[in-house]
């Protein structure tokens, strides 16, 4: 579908703009709380610039989102495959907007406070609550697919840690007996290309599974409840890594700040090992088709570069309010998503 056609259906299909409207709303909220995760290190240790780092990041999401989707898109399909929104296409389009709704007001209140949520899960959770009120019932959720959500959430925590740990502590015993500052000029260049390599890979996690949703919600305005395959336009990858770019330079100072300065007081050989060790994980999770949280395997992995060089270094009160935010994600934004879902069902139908 090219641009000028999505545009011509716009216009005489009123629903399909609002869905547009929604999703691309969540997209630029994924921008405010997730991106950021991608350049918080680099830009905490001061190794670029934050307007930078933004313009960078919005490049590598775009690559992200064209390498990964054009090579394999099992988590786009991972993502649809999760729930049953029904054969009426158009109930299941008012649910699939309703979820979009719940989202960003999810995850909205938890930029303001400066939280960095997981649009990951929400997004999980949100299109699961909207799937389980259209059909009154759990038949909505796929089993098997949530289980590789559960898969997903060990592999962005214990994996991230454990070789965020393990990466910090090769690095220390490779450049033990180095000049400290030649070192340091090391690390800052090379935190730069590691930042450059998890803004690709959140676009191929993240960029990824909401390029799926807003496809789903074309192919539902167009009297269609589902799709076997789909492929993504070029116009679509540039647009969406562009809208992201623009939610993290509206809002992402408060997330960089959480994930990269409060939480550990980084150094830039540690900021270097924790995007090396986010983006290994995030590659391994893309390529077998894993849906997981770039927020989660990002800040896991700042945990265990800090727990490396001794466990007081990390500020465990930051990290609690993280833990619960991201428990608090799945049954908050479910319920929330089916709320919103019984709502527009009642007013739209």
């Known amino acids: 579908m090219s641009i000028v056609e999505f545009i011509n259906q716009m216009v005489t299909n009123p629903m399909l703009l609002?869905?547009?409207?929604?999703?691309?709303?969540?997209?630029?909220?994924?921008?405010?709380?997730?991106?950021?995760?991608a350049i918080a290190t680099c830009v905490s240790t001061r190794a670029i610039s934050v307007r930078k780092a933004i313009i960078m990041?919005?490049?590598?999401?775009?690559?992200?989102?064209?390498?990964?989707?054009?090579?394999?898109?099992?988590?786009?399909?991972?993502?649809?495959n999760m729930v049953d929104f029904g054969?009426?296409?158009?109930?299941?389009?008012?649910?699939?907007?309703?979820?979009m709704a719940a989202i960003v007001i999810w995850a909205t209140a938890a930029w303001y406070f400066g939280i960095p949520t997981s649009e990951s899960h929400a997004l999980i959770a949100g299109i699961s609550g909207a799937a389980v009120a259209i059909q009154n019932s759990f038949d909505g959720i796929n089993g098997a697919e949530w289980i590789k959500v559960l898969y997903g959430i060990l592999l962005s925590t214990i994996l991230g840690f454990a070789v965020g740990f393990v990466c910090s502590k090769i690095l220390v015993f490779l450049f033990r007996g180095q000049n400290r500052m030649k070192s340091e000029r090391f690390f800052s260049g090379a935190q730069v290309g590691g930042a450059a390599a998890m803004a690709f890979m959140h676009g191929a996690q993240d960029g990824q599974k909401f390029i799926a949703?807003?496809?789903?919600?074309?192919?539902m305005a167009n009297g269609q409840a589902g799709a076997e395959?789909?492929?993504?336009?070029?116009?679509?990858?540039?647009?969406?890594?562009?809208?992201?770019?623009?939610?993290?330079?509206?809002?992402?100072y408060r997330i960089i700040k959480s994930v990269g300065m409060d939480m550990v007081k980084l150094k830039p050989y540690?900021?270097?090992?924790?995007d090396l060790s986010a983006t290994l994980c995030l590659l391994l999770s893309s390529v077998t088709g894993i849906p997981v949280s770039t927020?989660?395997?990002?800040?896991?992995?700042?945990?265990?570069?800090?727990?490396?060089?001794?466990?007081?270094?990390?500020?465990?009160s930051v990290v609690k309010e993280l833990v619960l935010t991201w428990v608090f994600t799945f049954p908050g934004c479910g319920l929330l998503g089916y709320g919103m879902a019984k709502l527009f069902l009642l007013i739209f139908t």
Request: hydrophobic content about 60%; charged content about 5%.
């Open 18 to 37: 609002v869905s547009s409207i929604l999703i691309l709303g969540v997209i630029l909220v994924n921008g405010w709380t997730d991106a950021p995760n």
């Open 57 to 80: 990041a919005a490049i590598f999401n775009f690559l992200g989102v064209f390498v990964m989707t054009s090579l394999n898109a099992s988590v786009a399909f991972t993502i649809y």
């Open 87 to 99: 054969g009426d296409s158009r109930l299941a389009l008012i649910a699939l907007c309703a979820a």
């Open 213 to 219: 949703i807003f496809l789903l919600g074309a192919a």
């Open 229 to 252: 395959q789909f492929a993504v336009p070029v116009w679509l990858m540039i647009l969406c890594s562009a809208v992201m770019g623009l939610g993290t330079s509206i809002g992402g």
């Open 270 to 274: 540690q900021g270097f090992a924790a």
């Open 295 to 316: 927020t989660h395997t990002k800040t896991t992995a700042i945990m265990g570069v800090g727990a490396a060089r001794r466990m007081s270094n990390v500020n465990w």
